[in-house]
C-alpha cells in the first residue's frame, strides 16, 4: 500500500516588510538565494534518504515569504532533483505563491515549463491606498497584469488571496475588492481575517493610535456577505477561509488539513510525520550553516527529521487524534467522519469524543450528517461554527 506525502517548500525572503506580516520571512537577505537553493537540494536528499517504502509525492508547495524572488531557473533544480530523489504520483499538485508585481510574463510562462501547475496570488485588496496602508509593494494593476499573464501563460489552476478587516477598510470597500476579485476569475480563492500579531509595525500604529484596531464585528459581517456571495459565484467553502470552484481545491492543503504526512523544507518550515511534529531553525543563514555542516550519511537521525530540525514534538495516540479533529473540523463540507477515524486509530469517534461533540451540537456550532452506512456518518461545523471555529476547536485540546 503506497502512503501519499506532501512537500512544503519555504522560501524565506521578500523585498520589503508588510506591515501586519508575522511570518518566517527577512528582507535584505537576496544574496542568499543561490546558497539557500542548494541547502534545499541538501535537505530534500537527507528526507528523501530516510522516507520509509511505499511513500509517493502527491502535492509540492513553494511558499514564503516570496517564492517568485527564485529566479526559475533554481526552481527547475529543485523539482528536478524532488523527481530524482522521490518517487511521485502519476498527477502531482504543485503550487507557487506569487507576489504580484515581482515576476513579469516571461517568468510566468516559463515557470509553467518547469511543472508548476498552481499558482496563488497575494492580491489583498482591490484598493491601492489600502494595499499601501498595509505596505504592500505592489498595485491592483500588477494583480490584474500578473492575473493574465498567468492565464496566457497556461496555469489553468489559479488562486487570489484576500485580506479583510483592514483598519479603515469599510463594507463597501471590501465588497469591491472581492467584486474585482470574481471578475479576474480566479478558480480557488483565500479569505484571511487581518490579524494583529505582536512587535510587528501595524502593532505599534494601533499602539500609538495613527490607527484603529480592527473591528471584528463587521469583520464577521464582511465574511457573511463574502460567503453568501461566493457561492451565488460558483464557489464552494470547503474550508473556514477556503473557497473554490468545482475540481480546484488546494490538493496540498486538505493533505495537511486530513493530518496526513508532510515534510517541511526550508528555514522555519514545519512537517508532520511518522509521529513526529517539527519545525526546522528560523533564520536562513542558520539554516545554510546546518545543512553545510551536516555530515554526508546521516543515517542515525530517524525519519522525517533532518540537519535543519530544531524543535522536534514526539506525538502520542492523543495527540494526533486531538490534531486530526482540529485539523479535520477546518474542513467545512468533509469535516470527521466516524468510519475514516476509526480506521486510522481503531477507535469509535463517538466513544472518545462524545460528550464535546454532543456539547458542540446541541450549542449549534457542529452539526452530524448521517447516511445509511453509518462508517459515512461525519461532523462538521454549521455555519455559525465556521465564525465560532477557535472556541470549537478548544474543545479538542
Ligand atoms: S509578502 Fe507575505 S511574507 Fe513577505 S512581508 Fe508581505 S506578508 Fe510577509
Known amino acids: 500500500m503506497t502512503t501519499c506525502i506532501s512537500l512544503y517548500l519555504h522560501i524565506p525572503f521578500c523585498l520589503t516588510r508588510c506591515s501586519y506580516c508575522a511570518f518566517n520571512t527577512y528582507t535584505g537577505q537576496m544574496a542568499l538565494i543561490p546558497t539557500y537553493v542548494e541547502m534545499l537540494r541538501r535537505e530534500l536528499s537527507f528526507a528523501a534518504s530516510h522516507l520509509p517504502a511505499h ?37 502531482v499538485e504543485i503550487t507557487f505563491e ?47 497584469h500578473t492575473v493574465q499573464a498567468a492565464r496566457t501563460a497556461g496555469f489553468d489552476s489559479l488562486s487570489l488571496d484576500l485580506i479583510y478587516g483592514i483598519p479603515r477598510q469599510t463594507s463597501p470597500m471590501w465588497r469591491q475588492s472581492l467584486e474585482t476579485a470574481i471578475t479576474l476569475n480566479p478558480d480557488h480563492l483565500s479569505l484571511y481575517s487581518l490579524s494583529v500579531e505582536n512587535a510587528t509595525p501595524l502593532e505599534h500604529q494601533i499602539a500609538r493610535g495613527t490607527l484603529p484596531m480592527p473591528d471584528d464585528d463587521q469583520a464577521a459581517d464582511m465574511i457573511e456577505w463574502a460567503t453568501a456571495r461566493l457561492d451565488q459565484a460558483g464557489f464552494q467553502q470547503y474550508e473556514i477561509s477556503n473557497w473554490a470552484k468545482p475540481g480546484f481545491a488546494c490538493q496540498h492543503n486538505v493533505h495537511v488539513w486530513r493530518n496526513l504526512p508532510y515534510l517541511g523544507i526550508g528555514a522555519g518550515a514545519h512537517g508532520c510525520a511518522a509521529g513526529v511534529r517539527y519545525a526546522n531553525v528560523l533564520h536562513p543563514t542558520d539554516y545554510i550553516t546546518r545543512l553545510q555542516e551536516a555530515p554526508e550519511s546521516d543515517a542515525a537521525r530517524p525519519f522525517p527529521l ?52 454532543d456539547r458542540l451540537i446541541a450549542q449549534g456550532l457542529l452539526e452530524r450528517i448521517t447516511t445509511s452506512d453509518p462508517t459515512q456518518d461525519r461532523v462538521r461545523l454549521t455555519p455559525r461554527g465556521r465564525l465560532l471555529g477557535n472556541h470549537v476547536f478548544a474543545a479538542f485540546v
Open 55 to 91: 511513500h509517493v509525492i502527491n502535492t509540492i508547495y513553494f511558499g514564503g515569504g516570496t517564492p517568485s524572488l527564485l529566479p526559475v531557473q533554481a526552481v527547475a533544480t529543485i523539482l528536478n532533483h524532488c523527481a530524482t530523489a522521490f518517487a511521485w504520483l502519476s498527477e
Open 98 to 144: 506569487i507576489n504580484p508585481g515581482t515576476i513579469d510574463a516571461h517568468y510566468l510562462a516559463t515557470l509553467r515549463q518547469t511543472g508548476v501547475n498552481r499558482i496563488s496570488i497575494g492580491m489583498q485588496s482591490a484598493h491601492d491606498a489600502e494595499l499601501a496602508l498595509i505596505a504592500r509593494r505592489h498595485s491592483i494593476a500588477d494583480v490584474q
Open 306 to 357: 533532518t540537519p535543519a530540525a530544531d524543535e522536534i514534538e514526539q506525538l502520542g495516540d492523543a495527540d494526533i487524534m486531538s490534531d486530526t479533529m482540529i485539523l479535520g473540523l477546518r474542513l467545512t463540507q468533509e469535516g470527521i467522519a466516524a468510519g475514516d477515524f476509526h480506521a486510522r486509530f481503531g477507535r469509535d469517534l463517538w466513544a472518545i469524543y462524545g460528550a464535546e461533540l
